[in-house]
């Protein structure tokens, strides 16, 4: 098995199925995938704890996971990633350790022979069929497992069956002397879906808890995460005490989400305009759930390029029975209904809401809502409304809050406030309107900051022209740029983004433009682009290249011209330095003509 990573490496393959879709779509986390990559290096060296990710739906976990997976799956280190996800359905015991011995053994198979097609094997099979893969490839300890699963088949054995498979990961990495990272989504329903008995009538109950002893072992740690993070918090706490860390996922960082808007516009066909874009990156907190259904929103007029549109659409997603996010949202709030006493706990959700800016006391809520229900009574249901992660526990067990999300916010009380105290939809649209100008208001002073975003904005209109129009129009493009080569033409392109060094690189190189052929007989095209005042400089000219020259190396680049857009020109030893390097220049501003907009 190759221990090295290999000296030239190129753009990464996808390995398993990413279910974001298009891998392209995966953007920013990059102070989640540094950390986490950190986290897997040290698994070599056994120092590593088992962690927890901690988020709701859709806040791109499993997208992290899956990405975590094929990073360490290309790397072909001493780390074999494992990847699984507990589906949310009534299972026999029985079967579930037969899926998840499967799928490890076809995992690590698929690792130890780099042959990605045994990936797509775990779902098929039995451990016969298995244990004889494992004997062709040459795994002999990988057979005597799962022979040893066949003898402990049976209804009478699966919970010996499920010690063994349970700890059949890090038997594996001490008998192989490799280390394993044990990704498991979804854990919280370990206790909820699996049953004791084939009929389905003895749920286990405390699944997770057989970790207790398994999640200590450094060799093979587990990076666990769930979508209820409540539930979650509460099985680690309660059934595997000091076993893991918790990570939390928040949403992206302002430039992530710029990123973030600009990439789906492309990606989605929905146009954006330059005011429009920080604004959304505000309104929807950075949460990537929130950016994708205002681009796949069904609102009608759906328009993201004014500001009545970006409203409008948010308030569709927010009010209407058809909005995804409304939709996300309501399953959290109809679980904690069903268990909770819906009255009482809609009540409770609305003061919280109402104080969300502060912690609240159970003292309080008892006093200002006249409940009719005793302090233990009380903390019972806040437990419940707590664990279905529709309000947050505070700095101790008598205190809580609302959950701090503008938008969660305005959907509970779309849908409940009329029915507590009464409520006029036009209160949502007028908040909307109060944070939009705020948002506003701070761009505004953060001058510098703003001249980042028109900076991506123009990023993105030029990636739009290479994309979509220049290789049609070769003759009006070559027209707007200066020195490049006789023979030069804009291609086809096989990708054209904005370019961050992979983190299984280790470096921090951004370019702002990477148009790669689809033809190696093409030129390839490495971008940076300049929207602001001043005039590009000989210097940043220099630090361009040696960034190019970088880019060039590490993806394995071949035939490429650079080349610099500075919408405010170039200083006159700048160009001479351009000249002389060959380097392709312009500042014709119809490479930033807006998008036409498309309305559905």
Not at 47 to 55: D, P, R
Not at 382 to 390: G, N, P
Not at 392 to 408: C, L, T
Request: glycine share 8%; charged share 30%; with cysteine.
């Amino acid at each position: 098995m190759t221990n090295q990573l290999s000296e030239k490496v190129t753009l990464m393959r996808t390995y398993l199925k990413e279910r974001i879709g298009n891998p392209e779509l995966f953007t920013g986390r990059k102070r989640e995938l540094t950390y986490f990559l950190n986290w897997i290096e040290r698994i070599t060296r056994e120092i590593s704890m088992s962690t927890a990710i901690l988020s709701r739906r859709k806040t791109g976990k499993t997208a992290i996971l899956q990405r975590l997976f094929n990073i360490t799956f290309h790397k072909d280190a001493r780390v074999v990633p494992f990847y699984f996800e507990v589906r949310e359905t009534d299972q026999w015991l029985g079967d579930f350790c037969e899926e998840f011995l499967l799928t490890f053994v076809y995992q690590f198979i698929a690792f130890g022979t780099r042959n990605p097609e045994y990936l797509e094997s775990a779902q098929m099979g039995t451990f016969r069929d298995a244990a004889a893969v494992a004997r062709r490839e040459g795994f002999e300890y990988l057979e005597m497992l799962t022979e040893r699963a066949i003898s402990l088949s049976g209804e009478g054995k699966t919970d010996r069956l499920w010690n063994m498979v349970r700890e059949t990961p890090r038997a594996v990495a001490g008998h192989y002397d490799l280390r394993v990272l044990q990704i498991i989504d979804e854990f919280q329903f370990l206790n909820r879906y699996i049953f004791w008995d084939r009929e389905k009538r003895r749920r286990t109950g405390n699944l997770a808890g057989s970790h207790l002893h398994t999640a200590e072992y450094k060799n093979a740690p587990l990076l666990v995460a769930g979508s209820w993070v409540g539930w979650l918090a509460d099985d680690l706490r309660s059934m595997l005490p000091g076993r893991f860390q918790f990570h939390y996922l928040e949403g992206l960082p302002v430039d992530e989400a710029v990123d973030m808007i600009l990439r789906y516009s492309h990606l989605e066909g929905v146009p954006v305009s330059e005011g429009i874009v920080p604004l959304m990156a505000g309104l929807t907190e950075g949460n990537p759930f929130y950016i994708t259904a205002l681009f796949r929103s069904k609102c009608p007029g759906r328009d993201l390029t004014s500001e009545k549109g970006l409203l409008g659409t948010l308030e569709f997603e927010t009010l209407h029975n058809e909005g995804t996010i409304r939709g996300v949202w309501m399953e959290y709030v109809g679980y904690a209904m069903r268990k909770a006493n819906s009255r009482n706990a809609k009540s409770i959700v609305l003061h919280l809401c109402k104080h969300r800016e502060r912690e609240v006391t159970r003292e309080e809520m008892g006093r200002a809502l006249n409940l009719g229900m005793g302090d233990s009574e009380l903390e019972e249901r806040l437990k419940i409304i707590v664990m279905a992660d529709i309000i947050e526990q505070g700095g101790s067990n008598f205190d809580y809050r609302g959950v701090r999300d503008n938008i969660f916010d305005k959907v509970f009380r779309g849908v409940y406030q009329k029915e507590i105290n009464g409520f006029d939809p036009g209160e949502i649209r007028e908040e909307y309107k109060v944070l939009y100008e705020r948002l506003k208001r701070d761009y505004r002073r953060l001058t510098g900051e703003y001249s980042q975003y028109r900076g991506k904005f123009a990023e993105y209109l030029i990636i739009d022209k290479l994309r979509i129009h220049a290789h049609g129009r070769n003759r009006v493009f070559l027209g707007m740029a200066e020195n490049l080569p006789t023979d030069f033409g804009f291609a086809e392109y096989e990708t054209v983004w904005s370019y961050s060094a992979s983190p299984i690189h280790k470096r921090d190189i951004q370019i702002d433009i990477l148009a790669v052929a689809a033809d190696r007989n093409d030129y390839s095209l490495i971008g940076e682009v300049k929207n602001r005042k001043s005039k590009f400089s000989v210097r940043e000219a220099r630090n361009f290249v040696k960034k190019a020259e970088e880019v060039r190396r590490l993806e394995g680049i071949g035939k490429s011209v650079l080349f610099v857009f500075s919408v405010n020109g170039f200083y006159k030893n700048t160009l001479e330095h351009l000249k002389k390097h060959d380097i392709a220049w312009s500042s014709d501003r119809r490479w930033l003509r807006a998008p036409k907009k498309i309305r559905i």
